[in-house]
C-alpha cells in the first residue's frame, strides 16, 4: 500500500543491515547497540514504559496508535461504565427470587465520569461516553480544549476532577509521574461510592490505598485489567475480594489489520525523509 520494498526478518545475522526495529517487549531484542544503521524503532505496543528508558535506543522510538486499539478500549470502557452506572451486577449476580425493584438506576447526564489521561485512548473513550449522556470531565498533563468534555491539569485540577466523578477511568501511561495518582489520599477526595475502572497502568494506583477504601465502602467497585505484577499472582488479595473484578490485560489489544498501517506509514515517512509520527518524548517518558 505505502510503495515499500520491505525485507521482513524475524532473526538476522547483520544487525548493521536493519533500517527499523518492529518491538514488542515479548520479543527477542533489548540491545539496540549492533543496529549501527537503525533509523526507527517501532513499538506494538501503545504503553512504552518497559522500552523508554533503553539508553541503546539513539533513534526515535515511536508508540502503536492503531484505530483498532482505539475501539477495542472505547467498546470495553464504554461496557465497564454502564455495568457500573446501571448497577447491571445487582440483576445479573444472586437472582433469588426477590422481586428488588427499589432502585433505578439514574440517567447518564446524573452521573459524571473522570478521565484522568486525554490521550489517543482516553480521548476516544470520553468521547464515547460523553455521546451516551454522561458527564464528562478529563484530566491530561498540558490543559486540553476538548468539544463537550470539561477539562484539568495539574495537582490543583486532580483534586478537581477527582472531588465530582462518580466513575473514574484510568487511561494514563506509566511514569514517574504517575504512579499511584490513586493513593490515600486522592481516593479519599472522590465521592462516596465511587467507582473505579483501570485499563491504563498497574502502577498507577495503590494497591494497599485500594483495598482499604474499598473496605471501608469508600469506593463501591474496581473494575482492573491491569496490574503491578502480571499475571496477578494466585494469592493477591484483588482475585477473592467481592468488590474486585480482575479482568487479564484484555482490554484492548494492537490489531494487526490496521496497526500495520501505521507501522507501514512510518517507514514510509522515514524513507520519504519525513517525520515519524506518534514519537516518544523519552524526558516524559510516554
Ligand atoms: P497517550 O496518547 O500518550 O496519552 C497519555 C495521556 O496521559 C495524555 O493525555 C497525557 O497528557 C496524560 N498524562 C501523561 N502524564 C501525565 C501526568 N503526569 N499528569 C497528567 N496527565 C498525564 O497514550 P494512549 O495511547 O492514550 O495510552 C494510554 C495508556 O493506556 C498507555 O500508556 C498504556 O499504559 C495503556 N494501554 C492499556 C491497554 C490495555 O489493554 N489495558 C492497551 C493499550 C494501552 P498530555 O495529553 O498532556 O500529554
Same mark, same amino acid.
Given at each position: 500500500?505505502?510503495?515499500?520494498?520491505?525485507?521482513?526478518?524475524?532473526?538476522?545475522?547483520?544487525?548493521?543491515?536493519?533500517?527499523? #526495529?518492529?518491538?514488542?517487549?515479548?520479543?527477542?531484542?533489548?540491545?539496540?547497540?549492533?543496529?549501527?544503521?537503525?533509523?526507527?524503532?517501532?513499538?506494538?505496543?501503545?504503553?512504552?514504559?518497559?522500552?523508554?528508558?533503553?539508553?541503546?535506543?539513539?533513534?526515535?522510538?515511536?508508540?502503536?496508535?492503531?484505530?483498532?486499539?482505539?475501539? @477495542?478500549?472505547?467498546?470495553?470502557?464504554?461496557?465497564?461504565?454502564?455495568?457500573?452506572?446501571?448497577?447491571?451486577?445487582?440483576?445479573?449476580?444472586?437472582?433469588? @427470587?426477590?422481586?428488588?425493584?427499589?432502585?433505578?438506576?439514574?440517567?447518564?447526564?446524573?452521573?459524571?465520569?473522570?478521565?484522568?489521561?486525554?490521550?489517543?485512548?482516553?480521548?476516544?473513550?470520553?468521547?464515547?461516553?460523553?455521546?451516551?449522556?454522561?458527564? #464528562?470531565?478529563?484530566?491530561?498533563?498540558?490543559?486540553?480544549?476538548?468539544?463537550?468534555?470539561?477539562?484539568?491539569?495539574?495537582?490543583?485540577?486532580?483534586?478537581?476532577?477527582?472531588?465530582?466523578?462518580?466513575? #473514574?477511568?484510568?487511561?494514563?501511561?506509566?511514569?514517574?509521574?504517575?504512579?499511584?495518582?490513586?493513593?490515600?489520599?486522592?481516593?479519599?477526595?472522590?465521592?462516596?461510592?465511587?467507582?473505579?475502572?483501570?485499563? @491504563?497502568?498497574?502502577?498507577?494506583?495503590?494497591?494497599?490505598?485500594?483495598?482499604?477504601?474499598?473496605?471501608?465502602?469508600?469506593?463501591?467497585?474496581?473494575?482492573?485489567? #491491569?496490574?503491578?505484577?502480571?499475571?496477578?499472582?494466585?494469592?493477591?488479595?484483588?482475585?477473592?475480594?467481592?468488590?474486585?473484578?480482575?479482568?487479564?490485560?484484555?482490554?484492548?489489544?494492537?490489531?494487526?489489520?490496521?496497526?500495520?498501517?501505521?507501522?507501514?506509514?512510518?517507514?514510509?515517512?522515514?524513507?520519504?525523509?519525513?517525520?515519524?509520527?506518534?514519537?516518544?518524548?523519552?524526558?516524559?517518558?510516554?
Amino acid at each position: 500500500d505505502k510503495g515499500l520494498e520491505v525485507d521482513l526478518l524475524c532473526e538476522t545475522d547483520a544487525p548493521e543491515t536493519v533500517d527499523y #526495529v518492529i518491538y514488542a517487549p515479548s520479543g527477542p531484542v533489548s540491545d539496540f547497540t549492533p543496529f549501527t544503521n537503525l533509523k526507527a524503532v517501532l513499538s506494538l505496543w501503545a504503553g512504552v514504559e518497559k522500552i523508554e528508558g533503553n539508553a541503546s535506543i539513539k533513534v526515535p522510538l515511536c508508540r502503536m496508535v492503531d484505530e483498532g486499539l482505539s475501539e @477495542g478500549m472505547r467498546e470495553w470502557v464504554t461496557g465497564h461504565v454502564l455495568r457500573h452506572h446501571l448497577g447491571m451486577d445487582a440483576h445479573i449476580l444472586g437472582q433469588n @427470587g426477590d422481586w428488588r425493584n427499589d432502585v433505578a438506576p439514574p440517567l447518564a447526564k446524573n452521573r459524571t465520569v473522570g478521565f484522568l489521561g486525554l490521550g489517543t485512548l482516553g480521548l476516544a473513550c470520553a468521547d464515547a461516553v460523553s455521546r451516551l449522556g454522561f458527564q #464528562v470531565k478529563g484530566w491530561s498533563r498540558d490543559l486540553k480544549i476538548v468539544d463537550g468534555i470539561e477539562t484539568f491539569a495539574g495537582a490543583d485540577g486532580l483534586r478537581e476532577i477527582l472531588s465530582v466523578s462518580d466513575i #473514574v477511568v484510568l487511561l494514563l501511561p506509566d511514569t514517574a509521574e504517575t504512579q499511584n495518582v490513586l493513593n490515600h489520599e486522592s481516593l479519599n477526595l472522590l465521592p462516596d461510592g465511587a467507582f473505579i475502572i483501570n485499563p @491504563g497502568r498497574g502502577t498507577l494506583i495503590d494497591d494497599d490505598a485500594l483495598l482499604a477504601a474499598l473496605d471501608s465502602g469508600k469506593i463501591a467497585h474496581a473494575t482492573l485489567d #491491569v496490574f503491578r505484577v502480571e499475571p496477578l499472582p494466585e494469592t493477591h488479595p484483588f482475585w477473592a475480594h467481592p468488590k474486585v473484578t480482575v479482568t487479564p490485560h484484555i482490554a484492548s489489544e494492537t490489531r494487526p489489520d490496521t496497526a500495520s498501517q501505521t507501522i507501514a506509514e512510518n517507514m514510509r515517512r522515514g524513507e520519504a525523509g519525513e517525520p515519524f509520527l506518534h514519537v516518544v518524548d523519552r524526558a516524559a517518558g510516554y
